[in-house]
Nanobody
């Protein structure tokens, strides 16, 4: 079993930055794909970014490309999401996710991920 705990959310003005962290514990695999998803109030959860186990592949949603950067520190079992130039439409609960197997891909589909964190709220004011 894998436990994921997100941190770093909060309230920020439009144009500002935040860095989210997600610490993994338990039966983690450094080679697993790690991803971030988000869910705004009244909307379905959507993909944000993912990084492969080898860190050779990353993938971003078009809505965040060029503004957000995903990275991972396998020594710390942690994945990060650096969010710059935040917009009010980025307001959502952000979830960390991990696959249960080794992977060199960074897929954007929820069914590829076996473990999920509880989420951290990000609110961007205009």
């Amino acid at each position: 079993q894998v436990q994921l705990v997100e941190s770093g959310g909060g309230l920020v003005q439009a144009g500002g930055s935040l860095r989210l962290s997600c610490a993994a514990s338990g039966s983690t695999k450094n080679s697993a794909t790690l991803g971030w998803f988000r869910q705004a109030t009244g909307k379905e959860r959507e993909f944000v970014a993912a990084v492969s186990g080898s860190r050779s592949s990353t993938f971003y949603a078009d809505s965040v490309k060029g503004r957000f950067t995903i990275s991972r520190d396998n020594g710390k079992n942690t994945v990060y999401l650096q969010m710059n130039y935040l917009k009010p439409e980025d307001t959502a609960v952000y979830y960390c996710a991990a696959s249960g197997y080794s992977s060199n891909s960074a897929p954007p589909f929820e069914y590829e991920y076996d473990y999920w964190g509880q989420g951290t709220q990000v609110t961007v004011s205009s």
